[in-house]
């Protein structure tokens, strides 16, 4: 049997912590946890007796130090799962100068998957986003990553999450020949943490006994994203594609477009340099 390593982030709660406990339960994975409050994820990861790391994806530079750690103890690495992410309200900036929502869904999972490439090309590893059907709401002007014009906390959501899908399209693109295999999916509406770090309808829908009763479970949640790391990519799913419980679904027309997917992740990289 060969053993896989599967990487996590947001892997503290939620849908990323759902996959964990599923994935955990097969013998040829080796896992490594990734979570924001290091209470959490301590938690999650000595119930599953696993490896974890603490970053907050506000800070690039524990990105880029996360990166450095997991690619050294780790020089093959078979799954990313770019996990982390949420609503943020109201609008911030971090410290590296750029919208908190756009940061933590889209750019620090960028850098951290580019600076993970090695040991991703060493096990012609896949690249599963989780994105959301709330890019279907969103909308990306290259002139204005970070929405100073008209910011609203699910605007800013639905971009970053469409920020996801074209970014599984373009690295497919760009990174496809070297063995490398990206996807997106859309986990359904999930009964989480989400929308604890945002206001307004999303906050209480997600908090309230109404909307937990409703949603899907986090195991349930997490079952596109543990089939995308378990199955053959270019076999089970096609590379670079964007899908809902398990089937490969039309992505927002925006990310249809594969010229402003190019120039989007050029422009997304260069905030990130
Ligand atoms: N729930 C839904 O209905 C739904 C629908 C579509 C898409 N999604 C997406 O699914 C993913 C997981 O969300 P969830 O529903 O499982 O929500 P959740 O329970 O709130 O989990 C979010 C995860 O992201 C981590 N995170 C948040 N801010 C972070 C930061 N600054 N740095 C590093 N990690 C951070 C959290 O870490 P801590 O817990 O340690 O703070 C947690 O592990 C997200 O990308 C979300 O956008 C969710």
């Not at 759902?18 to 040829?28: E, F, K, N, V, W």
């Not at 690295?171 to 989400?194: C, D, I, N, W």
């Not at 109404?210 to 990519?233: I, N």
């Amino acid at each position: 049997m060969t053993e896989r390593t599967i990487v996590i982030t947001g892997a503290s709660d939620g849908i990323g912590a759902a996959a964990a406990a599923i994935l955990s339960g097969r013998p040829d994975t080796t896992l490594v946890l990734v979570g924001r409050s290091p209470a959490k994820i301590r938690a999650v990861a000595e119930r599953l007796g696993v490896e974890y790391h603490v970053c907050d994806y506000t800070k690039l530079s524990e990105v880029r130090a996360l990166a450095a750690t997991l690619a050294k103890a780790h020089p093959v690495i078979d799954v990313l799962a770019n996990n982390a992410g949420g609503v943020f309200s109201p609008r911030t900036v971090t410290g590296d100068g750029y919208e908190t929502t756009l940061q933590v869904n889209h750019l620090a999972g960028l850098l951290l998957t580019e600076l993970l490439l090695d040991p991703l090309r060493a096990g012609e590893g896949s690249v599963i986003f989780t994105a959301s059907m709330a890019a279907f709401r969103g909308s990306i002007d290259l002139t204005d990553l970070g929405k100073q014009k008209g910011w609203s906390s699910f605007g800013a959501y639905g971009a970053a999450k469409l920020a996801n899908i074209i970014s599984a399209r373009a690295m497919q693109r760009k990174y496809g020949s070297e063995g490398l295999h990206f996807a997106s999916f859309h986990p359904g509406v999930v009964a989480t943490s989400f929308g604890s770090t945002s206001g307004g309808v999303v906050k209480w829908l997600y908090a309230s006994r109404l909307g937990k009763r409703v949603m899907r479970t986090p195991e349930d949640g997490a079952d596109t994203l543990v089939w995308l790391a378990t199955t053959k990519p270019g076999v089970d799913w096609r590379v670079g594609g964007y899908y809902s419980d398990r089937t490969l679904t039309d992505p927002p027309k925006q990310a249809r477009d594969d010229t402003f997917g190019d120039r989007f992740l050029e422009a997304s990289d260069l905030l990130i340099r």
